[in-house]
């Protein structure tokens, strides 16, 4: 087969196809071409994390949480761990009959330090079948309340890094809807979401904020970027979390007293009316 300048080399082309990259005759076309662009763009951010790992461990577990159909988990073990020959990853996702679909795929390309487990977040955080630590956690459009899912499992597994890139979450409007007649006798910020666009989109605004204080208020450090080459989606904010150590090796999650993100978090809930995610944001 004629190598396709765009596709890395060492790449499985058997992979691609099973993941509708590549056509079924081996080609790209304009709209696999343009998914192939946006796997690339997001690996390049991630590929440094996984090295960095590598370097302090000699070692890697990568945990894909909400995983769906594992896509980005096989991309990642794909152009990475295969050729690394090293590292353990987890794809974690609540529907069995996408479970037994990776690993099936997984089965046929020998991909074997790959794992699918069908689990809950509580269970994820609880099962024997993954381990205590793992280094980096990712969640790639994960519905809903997914992603703040993804969070806390990356958070009492004490990640490394936590790569996300948010998808709809319906809480923070629904609640911003509820209290809006309140909220708009209580204060003028909340013409910012009196109407039922705004409410939509502040809320999803506002959702990703709070996962950010959330993550600073444990200890990291987060960058928030675009994915560029997403362009045809509304979901293109990518979050990158660091987890900063002292030089004794533990986390920096006691000393986060400068803008004390935890104290921001606690205010904004207050300020606009949203107590009652209280427990979601504030942990």
């Known amino acids: 087969m004629t190598p396709i300048p765009e596709i890395k080399p060492n790449q499985s082309v058997e992979l691609l196809k099973a993941l509708h990259i590549l056509t079924r005759d081996g080609k790209l076309n304009q709209d696999s071409r343009r ?44 152009l990475f761990l295969k050729s690394h020959e090293v590292g353990q990853l987890y794809g974690i996702e609540t529907r069995v009959e996408l479970v037994e679909k990776s690993r099936a795929l997984a089965a046929q390309l020998n991909f074997s330090r790959m794992s699918f487990l069908n689990l809950s977040v509580e269970e994820s955080i609880r099962s024997p079948q993954l381990p205590q630590q793992i280094d980096v956690v990712t969640a790639l459009h994960a519905c809903n309340t997914a992603t703040d899912d993804a969070i806390k499992f990356a958070l009492h597994k004490q990640a490394k890094f936590i790569v996300l890139v948010p998808c709809c979450q319906a809480e923070v409007a629904t609640i911003l809807n509820r209290n809006k007649n309140q909220s708009l006798s209580k204060t003028a910020l909340a013409e910012m979401w009196r109407h039922p666009i705004h409410t939509r989109e502040f809320g999803s605004h506002l959702t990703n904020v709070l996962r950010c204080l959330l993550l600073e208020s444990h200890g990291y450090q987060v960058t928030v970027t675009e994915l560029v080459g997403w362009e045809h989606s509304m979901k293109n904010e990518l979050i990158i979390a660091s987890r900063k150590e002292d030089s004794t090796g533990k986390s920096h999650e006691k000393n986060v007293a400068k803008n004390n993100p935890r104290q921001r978090l606690e205010y904004i809930l207050q300020e606009l009316n949203l107590e009652a995610l209280r427990e979601r944001f504030i942990y």
């Open 35 to 78: 998914k192939l662009k946006q796997v690339y763009h997001l690996f390049h951010f991630i590929e440094p994390l996984l090295e960095e790992v590598l370097t302090s461990t000699k070692n890697l577990t990568l945990a894909d949480h909400g995983a769906g159909k594992s896509y980005l988990g096989f991309i990642l073990y794909d």
